[in-house]
């Protein structure tokens, strides 16, 4: 073993290519307008997708809670595919008439 040439070198990740991710995901919810942050008004909703393990299922749950009644909204999602999240979306605003607000926490990406 010890003839091999970078027998334990740890191997170096490029920490710049995540950064560059991460920062052109969105907007970071520490951004947010502070009329949102103060939670006066119903409408403002935040969205985010639960992901299960990887190999067992393709399926997703795309999420949406109101900032101020904290309501949620669940939608069941066969794929994780812009198609199918734009779908729900389509259906959810055809029943709530609405403005949402895109967010990203960006301590929970990547």
């Not at 290519?17 to 103060?38: A, C, D, H, T, V």
């Not at 900032?67 to 595919?81: A, H």
């Amino acid at each position: 073993m010890n003839d091999l040439p970078e027998h334990g070198v740890r191997q170096r990740r490029n920490v710049d290519q995540r950064f560059k991710y991460k920062q052109s995901l969105g907007r970071s919810i520490e951004q947010r307008p502070m009329m949102i942050n103060q939670r006066n008004r119903i409408g403002n909703f935040e969205l985010d997708t639960v992901v299960g393990p990887r190999g067992h299922s393709k399926a997703v749950l795309l999420t949406l809670i109101d900032r101020k009644s904290r309501f949620l909204w669940t939608y069941w999602l066969k794929d994780w595919t812009t198609a199918t999240v734009n779908e729900a979306l389509t259906k959810f605003l055809t029943t709530f008439n609405g403005a949402l607000l895109w967010t990203v926490a960006l301590s929970l990406v990547g």
